[in-house]
């Protein structure tokens, strides 16, 4: 549990121990909440003094951005929220105000992107295809449901995706938008992919390389769309592109608690058993055809270009990230 004190209202709390909790989840969606989270803090607070108003804002964009370390959406929807108070705003309300716009055109803009992401990428997919997804993406869904609104048939191999099983909440949102759906066991994957027309997934971070970080297995998907040359696409918005790794910074993966892989009495009748629990990997530039995104389509090459026009460099520093490598040992 994330330790409560009286700063912030609950609400905030309940936010950031979702998060880390994976009650709330998917890049997108954590983004979104954390932004939420900040316009929530900047409502409730109850001091006034605009410097003590900004070192609170700062607190608390602290406290969200430490919940989940891989996906660069939180600290970046977090830095797009803080951005309000580096510009000129010299009164508390102001300040306030900033704030919460900051976070509104945030939400805002993180709906308008998955509509985008939907209209460019359905036309990668043609009528009669078989589509492969991993874990559960809104970015690949929206695009699988926008080929299916065009009156494309297709058919959708939704992996499990253990240890949390993301890919039943895929299949239940393909089925309620009337797509043919067939859950598998990711581990079937190489001997399903014969059948495999594309593959789309999700990203919780881009990096400056190209490189996709996504739900663990997503490499190994990627090994096998590369094996037979099946197209392997990735669905993201470009907030999920990182600045961080423009400037040298290796994405941390998170490791998460065994008791996600086996249940507590089996690990307490084995305690010299070692269990390791990454919940993503990295997939490389050379077997992603295209990262479709809310700006368009463009090859993984051009990730840096995308990152250097929509960030520059990092606005909020490693210490408010709080970005500590996990020990894997
Ligand atoms: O933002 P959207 O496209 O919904 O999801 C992107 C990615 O976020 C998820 O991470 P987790 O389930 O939070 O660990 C999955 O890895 C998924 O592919």
Same mark, same amino acid.
């Given at each position: 549990?994330?330790?409560?004190?009286?700063?912030?209202?609950?609400?905030?709390?309940?936010?950031?121990?979702?998060?880390?909790?994976?009650?709330?989840?998917?890049?997108?969606?954590?983004?979104?909440?954390?932004?939420?989270?900040?316009?929530? +803090? %900047?409502? =409730?607070?109850?001091? @006034?003094?605009?410097?003590?108003? *900004?070192?609170?804002?700062?607190? #608390?964009?602290?406290?969200?951005?430490?919940?989940?370390?891989?996906?660069?959406?939180?600290?970046?929807?977090?830095?797009?929220?803080?951005?309000?108070?580096?510009?000129?705003?010299?009164?508390?309300?102001?300040?306030?105000?900033?704030?919460?716009?900051?976070?509104?055109?945030?939400?805002?803009?993180?709906?308008?992107?998955?509509?985008?992401?939907?209209?460019?990428?359905?036309?990668?997919?043609?009528?009669?295809?078989?589509?492969?997804?991993?874990?559960?993406?809104? +970015? %690949?869904? =929206?695009?699988?449901? @926008?080929?299916?609104?065009?009156? *494309?048939?297709?058919?959708?191999? #939704?992996?499990?995706?253990?240890?949390?099983?993301?890919?039943?909440?895929?299949?239940?949102?393909?089925?309620?938008?009337?797509?043919?759906?067939?859950?598998?066991?990711?581990?079937?994957?190489?001997?399903?992919?014969?059948?495999?027309?594309?593959?789309?997934?999700?990203?919780?971070?881009?990096?400056?390389?190209?490189?996709?970080?996504?739900?663990?297995?997503?490499?190994?998907?990627?090994?096998?769309?590369?094996?037979?040359?099946?197209?392997?696409?990735?669905?993201?918005?470009?907030?999920?592109?990182?600045?961080?790794?423009?400037?040298?910074?290796?994405?941390?993966?998170?490791?998460?608690?065994?008791?996600?892989?086996?249940?507590?009495?089996?690990?307490?009748?084995?305690?010299?058993?070692?269990?390791?629990?990454?919940?993503?990997?990295?997939?490389?530039?050379?077997?992603?055809?295209?990262?479709?995104?809310?700006?368009?389509?463009?090859?993984?090459?051009?990730?840096?270009?995308?990152?250097?026009?929509?960030?520059?460099?990092?606005?909020?520093?490693?210490?408010?990230?709080?970005?500590?490598?996990?020990?894997?040992?």
């Amino acid at each position: 549990m994330i330790k409560e004190t009286a700063l912030f209202p609950q609400q905030v709390y309940q936010i950031a121990n979702d998060i880390r909790d994976m009650k709330i989840r998917g890049a997108g969606r954590i983004a979104k909440a954390a932004a939420e989270a900040l316009k929530i +803090a %900047a409502e =409730s607070y109850k001091g @006034e003094d605009l410097e003590d108003f *900004k070192r609170y804002i700062k607190e #608390a964009a602290k406290l969200l951005t430490s919940t989940r370390p891989t996906a660069v959406s939180l600290p970046n929807a977090v830095s797009w929220v803080l951005k309000a108070l580096n510009t000129n705003v010299n009164t508390l309300q102001a300040a306030r105000e900033a704030v919460i716009n900051q976070a509104n055109s945030f939400i805002q803009y993180a709906d308008q992107a998955l509509r985008k992401i939907a209209e460019y990428g359905e036309k990668m997919l043609r009528d009669g295809d078989t589509v492969l997804t991993h874990c559960n993406s809104l +970015a %690949a869904i =929206s695009v699988i449901v @926008e080929a299916h609104k065009k009156g *494309k048939k297709l058919h959708v191999f #939704a992996t499990e995706t253990r240890p949390m099983y993301q890919g039943y909440i895929t299949s239940e949102m393909l089925l309620k938008e009337g797509v043919n759906v067939t859950l598998i066991p990711e581990s079937s994957v190489r001997q399903i992919i014969r059948k495999v027309d594309r593959v789309i997934v999700g990203a919780d971070t881009v990096a400056a390389n190209g490189a996709v970080v996504n739900k663990i297995g997503t490499s190994l998907i990627a090994l096998a769309a590369h094996e037979r040359a099946v197209d392997f696409f990735v669905a993201t918005e470009t907030f999920k592109f990182s600045p961080y790794t423009l400037i040298g910074d290796i994405v941390p993966i998170e490791f998460r608690p065994p008791s996600e892989i086996v249940g507590v009495d089996f690990l307490k009748s084995h305690p010299n058993l070692r269990i390791l629990n990454p919940a993503f990997d990295v997939t490389p530039p050379n077997y992603i055809t295209g990262i479709i995104t809310e700006l368009g389509i463009i090859p993984p090459k051009a990730a840096a270009i995308i990152i250097e026009e929509m960030y520059g460099r990092p606005v909020i520093s490693s210490e408010i990230l709080g970005r500590v490598e996990e020990d894997i040992s």
